[in-house]
């Protein structure tokens, strides 16, 4: 059943609504929208948050991992009462306090190709806040396969790159398109790399932005372009790549 802007909601999103791209047509189509958020680190930590505050309708969080005491300074839902406790639970719980009106599903358990395809296909867009490229390719291989929209994000030092790939139009390139082969996770490793907290959360932010604009269907987003962050040296660039003709997409 299709949700509707009661007196509450006109009042909550009323900044959003005033937007000409947006308006009352516009936050039905957040509202009624369902994201997938694959970690709820760095990335997924911002990335709920600033949907939730939107008002996108039904949101999943996908993590097996328990809160640190060093994720605090880029992660912004915890605090250090939540160390060593499950991050999908204390996201779904700070998320009820920013919007009781959404719908905020868990998934305690890591991605694999036993889970993710059943999971991915009850949601409308993806969004990728892995911290390794296993789970990048594994989103970018059922996200094709089931047509949907995947918002790649990947972070280290000060530095950010973001994909949006929309599956739903067969001259998409995928991941495989841009990668050669697979990377090696040391380049994502922030124990290792070292990462600043607003990093993370900028890049978290874009990918928000990418994930609105695919529901409102409005402005240019970043198809067959890699957005290349370097948050240190404010230079920000977009790289066109093609659709390789032997991939798999």
């Known amino acids: 059943m299709k949700k509707n802007l009661n007196k509450s909601s006109l009042i909550r ?3 959003q609504i005033v937007l ?3 308006g009352t047509f516009g936050q039905k189509k957040i509202i009624n929208s369902k994201v997938l958020i694959i970690g709820a680190g760095g990335l997924g930590c911002p990335v709920a948050d600033l949907l939730a505050r939107s008002g996108v ?5 996908m ?3 328990k809160v640190s005491l060093s994720n605090i300074h880029r992660q912004t ?15 779904k719980k700070r998320l009820n306090l920013i919007n009781k009106y959404i719908k905020i599903n868990t998934y305690n358990r890591k991605a694999s190709e ?10 409308d867009i993806i969004v990728d806040g892995s911290d390794n490229f296993k789970t990048k390719f594994l989103l970018n291989k059922y996200s094709l396969k089931l047509k949907k929209i995947l918002i790649v994000g990947a972070i280290s030092k000060f530095d950010g790159h973001i994909f949006t790939f929309d599956f739903n139009s067969k001259k998409s390139p995928c991941l495989k398109c841009f990668y050669q082969s697979e990377p090696s996770d040391e380049i994502l490793n922030c124990e290792a790399e070292g990462i600043l907290g ?5 890049v978290g932010a874009v990918q928000v932005n990418e994930v609105l604009k ?3 269907n409005i402005g240019k987003d970043l198809k067959s372009n890699i957005l290349i962050l370097d948050l240190l040296n404010l230079n920000f660039r977009k790289v066109l790549f093609k659709k390789k003709r032997n991939c798999v997409c």
């Open 13 to 15: 999103y009323s900044r």
């Open 198 to 202: 607003s990093t993370a959360n900028i």
């Open 57 to 61: 309708g039904e949101i999943g969080i």
């Open 63 to 65: 993590d097996y991992d």
């Open 214 to 216: 695919k529901i409102l």
């Open 77 to 91: 839902l915890y605090t250090a009462k939540d160390v060593n406790k499950f991050k999908v639970d204390i996201v």
């Open 20 to 22: 000409k791209n947006v």
């Open 114 to 123: 036993k889970n993710l395809i059943n999971i991915i296909n009850k949601y």
